[in-house]
């Protein structure tokens, strides 16, 4: 688990943050996520701005009720927990009952449902409406109920990407490492099948963009006309790429077959990198490796020529000024 951010990291913030850095590229410099660069702002800034003294009383004022609610959640506390779940009640009503009770708050639902999931010994999920074999993640399915804005479905998107017949159109995927490792956004050029990845530390929106542009923009404008995407998280903040003059659609919810080739390419991929491999273990320098192997392969699709055949024949054409040939 990573450590709190401390007051040394939050004068560093406050000082990036009146040089206008980016709160992406602050969380480089302090190697921890956008994310939590991003809550610690928001949740420490007052109505003068973030400031790294204020910010840091703030969070020691958060600790400190914390730990006082933490107090309260002693032995007797607990029994009352597990006694009304063997009646059967939820634990929505067991944290609204105590806090009714004594006038204030004791415990929340969440922490008893984290204490059900992580003290399986105690067979409490049993007692519940539901019972799962682990606690779901908060807030995992918050991306898709909010949704995704102007997103432009599939079935908009033109008969040339559909049947393969020009160049430049992508699909966008993410391959997930073992649990807290990282993750690799993976695209895939359909018509001559090319195939690349950029590793990233976490799979969330800000990272997710970044992963895109940086395997995108380095290519012409013409090889980069459309993407088509999933409905993850991570591709939220894809009408930065609409900026760039590159179209974006969307599969079906659950359609992963919608975008086959690069759903394909990953499976392949997963030959060198299996399911819940620590990603990280391996470099960038050798994802690239993996993948030039793939895109060095003859393929049956394209009268056996590689995909990095293809893929820069392509490119020479675009330099030219030439229509590509390759149906």
């Known amino acids: 688990m990573a450590k709190q951010i401390d007051f040394n990291e939050r004068q560093q913030i406050d000082s990036l943050l009146k040089q206008q850095v980016s709160m992406r590229n602050i969380a480089k ?5 956008p994310d939590s660069i991003a809550s610690e702002v928001r949740r420490n800034s007052d109505s003068n701005g973030y400031h790294a003294i204020s910010a840091q009383v703030r969070a020691q004022q958060r600790m400190k009720r914390t730990q006082s609610l933490r ?17 059967g009640w939820s634990p929505e009503q067991i944290a609204g009952r105590l806090k009714r009770e004594r006038g204030k708050t004791v415990i929340c639902h969440e922490t008893i449902y984290q204490y059900i999931y992580a003290n399986p ?6 007692y519940l409406v539901r019972d799962h074999k682990r606690r779901r993640k908060r807030g995992s399915q918050y991306q898709y109920r909010r949704g995704i804005p102007n997103r432009v479905s599939i079935h908009d998107r033109p008969e040339e990407i559909n049947t393969r017949t020009t160049f430049g159109h992508w699909e966008i995927d993410t391959v997930e490492g073992k649990k807290n490792t990282g993750a690799a956004t993976t695209v ?13 530390p976490v799979i969330d929106s800000e990272l997710g963009i970044w992963a895109q542009k940086k395997l995108l923009t380095k290519l012409p404008l013409l090889a980069r006309k459309s993407v088509t995407f999933d409905n993850g998280k991570e591709n939220y903040n894809h009408t930065q790429l609409n900026q760039l003059g590159i179209k974006t659609y969307f599969c079906d919810p659950y359609s992963s077959w919608q975008k086959g080739s690069n759903e394909n390419h990953n499976g392949i991929l997963r030959r060198y990198i299996p399911k819940k491999t ?17 895109n060095d392969r003859p393929r049956k699709c394209l009268n056996y020529e ?16 030439k229509v590509s040939g390759l149906g």
Do not use: M, P
Request: glycine share 2%; proline share 0%; with cysteine.
């Open 29 to 33: 410099e302090l190697k921890r996520s």
């Open 306 to 321: 590689t995909s990095s055949e293809a893929f820069h024949r392509e490119l020479q054409y675009i330099k030219k000024g």
């Open 188 to 200: 895939l050029e359909r018509k001559t099948r090319y195939y690349l990845a950029q590793k990233v």
């Open 121 to 126: 010994q105690k067979q409490l999920a049993q």
């Open 278 to 294: 620590d990603f990280s273990t391996f470099t960038q320098l050798e994802l690239n490796l993996i993948t030039q192997e793939i």
């Open 71 to 87: 107090a309260k959640k002693n032995d007797e506390v607990w029994g009352y927990v597990i006694n009304k779940l063997r009646c």
